[in-house]
């Protein structure tokens, strides 16, 4: 399903005119490729070094406010990059703008690698802490020889989906006129007038997306020498003084009111100002379509996700890998330019169905996890290579069938992992816009396309009342999140 | 016996429910329209053309480049029997790629000046957003305005604003130079801008008509309808209007009949009614935009601007010059 539209961009691609081709090769590609490396190897760096600092504070001291800090750190979770983007360029303005798009998508992006990690640090077995200190290990070594191998994988799951997220973004990078591979692709499309040299764009993406999946992938793979049994144990916290519980407050604090409260805070002022945006006759109809895409999507997407999953543990092989990998990349590319895709294989083959409720449904939200499909993926993955092989092979040589295998031990220890998937997948679809304005069936508002509305013409403020309903629907599932989190 | 009556009379029952349902679906009249106008803006015009006519409009909205992709992909098999953009370089892409057909309607040509619309109709222009000079009337005098060309010149050094060329604004207006004046003098003059820049190029015409105001250049090119949004809200707005007399770059929101249109005698009815003195009043007060229609009525914020002189080229011109533009930009460094 991924394919068609990519096969499509390719095809586009063979037939760009020569002539266009020098001219984006003289004055766009090079300057947007090298933004875009550099782009991702600062948010990348900013976020890894936010989400492992909190989930390593958080998981391991007790310090004042901790755990309300545990849950309430994954929030940014809930506010689009876009709208953050045009909340720090109304009250910073426009200068720095690398600067500031980094620490934009660091801010909204770090729980991924947070979320990820605290659970891989729940579940590290302190036992073999206590054991390898005991025995008399200095603090590198245990860091070295037993987080690193366990966490390795966790981490890279985090870096992976934030780095993917931060090479598909165009919505924020647009604000801040920031000339990356996304803009220019837009450029040659809606400028250019040329699908063809877009597409080639597109190619020249998706290939650095692939190579960045690959160098993922093969890090966590050549660390991945130990695997824990996944049990969770008790969490043994560390005490410490009064000073430096108040330090790690702090902290910890700073990082939660930059990323998330600051941004509502403003977007409140805006609203207030403005309560008429709040007057929207049609919002409960609007909160409700969005609700049933985002629990739509996720639910299908989670489902394939756990397929590709256990296939790949069941059945080992290098293709499948490649398969796999191949299947996840639809989150790093533009959200338009998968939407197009995925449009044009569907009109070509069905025409036009948006007055056929459900089938515009079903197209959007097999759509749509086409595009999440690494999001639900990912987390799932990290988690099964926790689980030892020893424990399937022990159930099987006694006589326990591979379902009985599935039931009694994949599901148990994949529970956790599958409810982040299903919510890293409903909540980017909450926020996800160019495929739903695209696919929706007639008269399907979401609250997506209603934040666009006034975005895509300059009209924060007015953007400010939806944006606000868009945040605290998102909070929901993240308010349900909270029990298992603390 | 009794049998073959009983068949034949619910034989008969089935057909005659079945033509119903039939004639039922081909009464109860509705058009699919492809726009890229934002729908709080237009669902209300579409609800008015529905008041009054009784057709149904359902729509799709999206930026023109992929209505278009949707339209090509669809060919044969669309719903769609209307398609409006912004900017005519976007109506002039549909048009070329044989997307659009050709109207003959005595009421459209009353209504719309040959100007704004593609000489066999493909596409008409339904609204009209000037792109001219702004400035800050604490540091600038009306008189030391001239037109877009003279903010080329030294006397605006460090003092000029500009929105992105990402924008299809700015595409379009250094489009309608090159037409206008040949590529050789439109690129000195967009390298004249250039240099002449106060500050990075901003990502909307509202910033830029805020750092205006703040001070940070003294004079700006921007959209009307941008300006008339802000003065809505602060009466008091520390921004000035300013029309060059040797023509105001000029762009449209328009429409045309899809070729494959499932229902052309409605699409039809609906473009005749869209170019009527009644929705165009409507449609130009939608957005603070002029109308097409000229005995249409103006809103009466912008009306209070004055009237201005538009620049005379068709527009179709300026959509066969785009891609000349965006690369013109790219070779002097406009970003």
């Given amino acids: ?486 | 016996m009794k049998n073959i009556q009983f068949l034949k009379k619910s034989l008969l029952f089935v057909f005659v429910g079945f033509a119903t349902s039939l004639l039922q679906a081909k009464d109860a009249k509705e058009i699919t329209i492809y726009t890229s106008s934002n729908e709080t803006f237009i669902r209300p015009i579409f609800e008015e053309f529905t008041k009054e006519s009784g057709v149904k409009v359902n729509f799709i909205s999206d930026k023109g480049p992929v209505l278009i992709e949707k339209l090509k992909a669809e060919g044969k098999k669309t719903s769609a029997d209307v398609f409006m953009t912004v900017d005519v370089g976007n109506l002039w892409l549909a048009s070329e790629a044989g997307l659009l057909a050709p109207t003959k309607s005595e009421v459209i040509e009353k209504n719309i000046p040959s100007q704004y619309r593609e000489p066999s109709n493909k596409w008409v222009g339904l609204s009209v957003r000037a792109r001219t000079l702004f400035y800050n009337p604490k540091k600038v005098k009306d008189s030391d305005l001239k037109n877009y060309e003279d903010l080329a010149t030294k006397k605006w050094d460090n003092r000029l604003c500009l929105r992105t060329s990402n924008n299809v604004y700015s595409q379009s207006l250094v489009a309608s130079f090159i037409e206008n004046k040949g590529p050789k003098e439109t690129e000195n003059m967009v390298k004249g801008w250039i240099s002449n820049l106060a500050t990075d190029v901003f990502t909307s015409d509202t910033l830029l008509l805020e750092a205006i105001e703040a001070g940070k250049c003294d004079v700006g090119i921007a959209n009307s309808y941008y300006y008339a949004r802000i003065i809505k809200e602060n009466p008091k707005f520390g921004v000035k209007i300013f029309w060059p007399s040797d023509g105001v770059h000029v762009n449209i929101m328009g429409g045309g009949i899809v070729k494959n249109s499932p229902n052309k005698k409605e699409a039809v009815q609906f473009l005749e009614w869209a170019t009527s003195a009644k929705a165009q009043k409507l449609f130009a007060s939608m957005n603070f935009e002029y109308p097409v229609n000229q005995t249409a009525e103006i809103d009466p914020l912008v009306a209070a601007w004055g009237t201005f002189n538009a620049d005379k080229m068709p527009l179709y011109k300026a959509g066969e010059k785009q891609q000349a533009a965006v690369q013109l930009m790219d070779r002097v460094g406009y970003r």
């Avoid at chain 1, 947070?114 to 008399?136: K, M, P, T, W």
């Avoid at chain 1, 245990?142 to 966790?154: E, G, N, R, W």
């Avoid at chain 1, 990323?259 to 805070?265: E, H, Q, R």
């Avoid at chain 1, 299908?300 to 080992?316: E, Q, S």
Wanted: aromatic share 12%.
């Fill in chain 1, 1 to 486: 399903m991924l394919l068609l539209p990519l096969g499509f961009l390719l095809w586009k691609s063979f037939q760009i005119s020569p002539e266009l081709l020098v001219h984006v090769e003289k004055y766009l590609l090079w300057e947007g490729l090298g933004n875009t490396v550099l782009l991702l190897i600062s948010v990348l760096f900013l976020s890894a070094t936010l989400g492992l600092s909190l989930a390593w504070i958080v998981a391991r001291y007790r310090f004042f406010g901790r755990s309300f800090f545990r849950w309430a750190l994954i929030l940014p979770l809930a506010l689009p990059a876009y709208v953050v983007a045009f909340v720090w360029l109304a009250r910073f303005g426009q200068s720095l703008p690398f600067f500031q798009l980094s620490c934009i998508l660091s801010f909204c992006l770090f729980p991924y690698i947070y979320l990820i990690l605290l659970e891989c640090f729940d579940r590290i077995n302190q036992s073999h802490i206590e054991v390898a200190q005991s025995l008399g290990m200095p603090p590198g070594g245990v860091l070295k020889k037993i987080y690193q191998p366990m966490l390795f994988p966790s981490l890279m799951a985090g870096v992976a989906l934030v780095g993917m997220e931060t090479l598909a973004d165009f919505g924020s990078v647009s604000l801040y006129n920031v000339s990356v591979l996304t803009t220019i692709v837009y450029r040659s499309w809606f400028g250019l007038q040329s699908l063809e040299t877009a597409a080639f764009l597109a190619m020249v993406h998706i290939g650095l997306l692939l190579v960045f999946v690959f160098l993922t992938s093969k890090v966590s793979r050549r660390r991945l020498a130990d695997k824990s049994s996944g049990v969770k144990k008790d969490r043994a916290l560390k005490e410490v003084s009064p000073i430096t519980s108040l330090g790690l407050a702090s902290y910890v604090s700073l990082v939660w009111v930059l990323s998330f409260v600051l941004p509502v805070a403003q977007l409140l002022g805006w609203g207030l100002n403005d309560l008429g945006g709040f007057l929207d006759t049609r919002l409960l109809e609007r909160i409700i379509n969005s609700l049933v895409i985002a629990s739509g999507a996720a639910l299908i997407t989670l489902f394939f996700a756990l397929v590709m999953t256990l296939a790949k543990r069941y059945f080992d092989s290098a293709s499948l890998g490649y398969f796999v990998r191949l299947g996840t990349i639809g989150y790093g590319i533009p959200g338009t330019v998968i939407a197009v895709g995925w449009m044009v294989t569907l009109g070509i083959l069905l025409g036009s169905f948006h007055h056929l409720t459900f089938l515009a449904l079903l197209a959007l939200v097999l759509g749509l996890s086409t595009r999440f499909l690494s999001l639900a993926q990912r987390p799932l993955f990290s988690a099964v290579q926790r689980i030892s092989l020893s424990i399937e092979e022990t159930a099987k040589s006694s006589g326990a069938s591979t379902l009985r295998v599935f039931r009694k031990i994949h599901f148990p220890l994949l529970s956790s992992a599958s409810g982040i998937a299903f919510l890293f997948v409903f909540i980017d679809t909450l926020k996800e816009m160019p495929m739903t304005l695209l696919m929706r069936p007639y008269g399907w508002d979401t609250l997506s396309v209603r934040v666009y509305q006034f975005t895509s013409d300059g009209m924060w403020q007015a953007a400010a009342a939806p944006s606000l309903v868009l945040v605290l629907v998102s909070l929901l599932p993240l308010w349900f999140l909270r029990k298992q989190i603390q």
